[in-house]
């Protein structure tokens, strides 16, 4: 996993339309059958390559919705995260 959308969303769709690798999806298709979007971690690229930050959650309005998560199937992911920061799942933008 790169990052992950935690329970505060409100679905409101900012992130999906920023994301450059089509990494997340609604409600309507979690496939964890929860009531918030859902980031694919084997399409999740951190936006490495594509924009400073992880484009998701400098778009979601809700503080602390877009949190780092561990390094799993990620094609790609930044360097300069430590793992401290992605086990305690700290938010992207605070």
Do not use: F, L
Not at 52 to 64: F, I, L, Q, R, Y
Request: charged letters at 30%; proline letters at 7%; hydrophobic letters at 30%.
């Amino acid at each position: 996993m790169a990052v992950i959308i935690n329970d505060t969303c409100i679905n409101c769709g900012a992130c999906i339309d920023e994301c450059p690798t089509e990494a997340i999806v609604d409600e309507d298709d979690n496939p964890q059958d929860e009531e918030i979007y859902y980031v694919y971690p084997d399409k999740c690229v951190e936006c490495v390559d594509h924009h400073d930050e992880p484009a998701c959650a400098t778009a979601c309005p809700t503080e602390g919705c877009i949190t780092w998560d561990v390094i799993g199937e990620s094609p790609a992911h930044r360097d300069d995260i430590t793992e401290e920061q992605r086990t305690n799942k700290e938010p992207i933008v605070e």
